[in-house]
């Protein structure tokens, strides 16, 4: 890889480049939890939503100009980014303005990634920016995306695409590229049944984060061409980028710490086993993503609630957290909380014990429950005595259970469960009394 050049010419690239965040997917993976929102408005961390990684990368590398693109139940996500994005200022050219789909074409909802970004082409030129950089706006990870911009430019790059090293066996989730010893791309395949490892490497594949630098008039071009085609998917990872690198100059830029050259944080967080394994590494000594880095802030909407607090200090009924991360309004009312993440105006009753659960915004325990390794959404009301995580069986006929065990509770599964079977429900009842979760 090319050495970056200064500073200032860096800072040049960034503030004439456009960011356009794809914020339109349903999330299908993530099952219930994106019933009722678009998947970067879902909570993650305590008090940040999936989005705001995104939007802290720009704002932090000197973008300041950027489109949110939404279609999938927006709602939340709209409320969230006017509340929180809303303090650039537009006097200077600054703005974060959510876009939401317009049928700009036709009769049709988006038909693919690229298709979202051609159908915003018009909002895109009438600002000129030299570059376009395309992102998604679902993956939790802290990047700067000058020395990117930079490197797409040092290359005389038609595209540049961010890319990571995962394992081959994960590697049938991603885009996954081969490229050659000046980092030009020179194979791709999406979502391939039997992915190409990296030179020199049988376990590594090179997978795209689905992050793409263009200069915009290169941009525009490829997207009209794809649009008049009628056997295109009209998606970048499937139609672009195969066309591109046949036809144009198309390099992968590593994602990598640019004092070490180690692997960078980056978590795609579609599935609900990954969402809570993100978001249960938070709860770590010392977790690989720092959230206390104050070089590199994650902006979001702080929402106005009292500081955390833990009452109650007898025996059997003290309120305790233990290597977890607690958010502000939470109260543990005699309550024991061990490796677990509470998101802010979380209430747990006595005698409650919760071990590797997230919850999220908003939620209640009742009294006497015991719940371990579980996700618990938004808005809940779990009744006292309920027990979660202890009997697998149990829970596939109430909640959402994933292949790996994760149980995942939300006001609609809570509401539309049947009443708990007898006997299963003694048998968890028993495997939870046995004795304290944290013995």
Not at 102 to 113: A, I, K, S, V
Not at 212 to 225: C, I, M
Not at 292 to 321: C, H, I, M, N
Not at 373 to 388: E, F, H, K, R, Y
Request: proline share 5%; hydrophobic share 40%; charged share 20%.
């Amino acid at each position: 890889m090319k050495p970056v050049k200064s500073g200032r010419f860096v800072s040049q690239l960034t503030k004439s480049t456009m960011a356009v965040i794809m914020a339109g997917g349903r999330g299908e993976r993530l099952s219930h939890l994106t019933r009722h929102r678009a998947k970067p408005a879902v909570t993650f961390g305590g008090k940040y939503r999936i989005i705001d990684f995104t939007l802290s990368n720009c704002v932090n590398s000197g973008i300041r100009q950027i489109l949110v693109l939404t279609q999938y139940k927006a709602h939340t996500l709209i409320q969230h980014v006017q509340r929180g994005w809303g303090y650039l200022r537009g006097e200077l050219g600054e703005f974060v303005q959510l876009v939401p789909a317009q049928q700009q074409h036709g009769d049709r909802w988006y038909m693919g990634t690229a298709d979202a970004v051609f159908q915003n082409l018009d909002i895109i030129e009438a600002y000129h920016p030299d570059m376009v950089l395309v992102l998604a706006g679902d993956h939790v990870y802290k990047m700067d995306y000058g020395p990117m911009i930079a490197f797409h430019v040092e290359n005389n790059a038609d595209i540049t695409v961010g890319v990571v090293q995962v394992p081959v066996a994960e590697a049938t989730q991603y885009g996954v590229m081969t490229v050659d010893e000046d980092q030009r791309v020179i194979a791709f395949s999406e979502k391939p049944a039997n992915p190409e490892p990296m030179p020199g490497s049988e376990d590594i594949a090179l997978a795209s984060m689905g992050i793409y630098v263009f200069n915009r008039e290169y941009l525009a071009q490829r997207l009209e061409a794809d649009a008049a085609d009628p056997a295109s998917q009209h998606d970048f990872g499937k139609n672009i980028l195969p066309r591109t690198i046949h036809e144009g100059r198309v390099f992968a830029y590593a994602f990598q710490d640019v004092a070490t050259s180690a692997q960078a944080y980056w978590r795609d967080v579609g599935t609900v086993d990954a969402f809570y394994d993100a978001n249960m590494e938070l709860t770590h000594v010392t977790p690989e993503l720092n959230l206390y880095d104050d070089s590199w802030p994650v902006w979001t909407y702080q929402e106005q609630a009292p500081a955390a607090k833990f009452v109650l200090d007898e025996a059997g009924r003290r309120g305790v957290a233990i290597n977890s991360l607690v958010s502000g309004g939470c109260i543990i009312s005699g309550a024991r909380v061990q490796e677990s993440l509470l998101s802010f105006s979380v209430r747990i009753e006595e005698g409650t014990e919760l071990y590797r659960t997230v919850v999220l915004p908003q939620v209640t325990i009742g009294r006497n429950c015991k719940i371990r390794n579980a996700i618990i959404d938004s808005d809940c009301d779990v009744p006292d005595g309920t027990i979660i995580g202890y009997d697998l069986e149990a829970d596939r006929k109430r909640f959402h259970v994933t292949e790996r065990g994760v149980v995942l509770v939300t006001p609609d599964l809570l509401h539309d469960a049947p009443p708990a079977d007898d006997k299963l429900s003694e048998t968890a009842r028993q495997r939870a009394l046995r004795g304290s979760l944290f013995t």
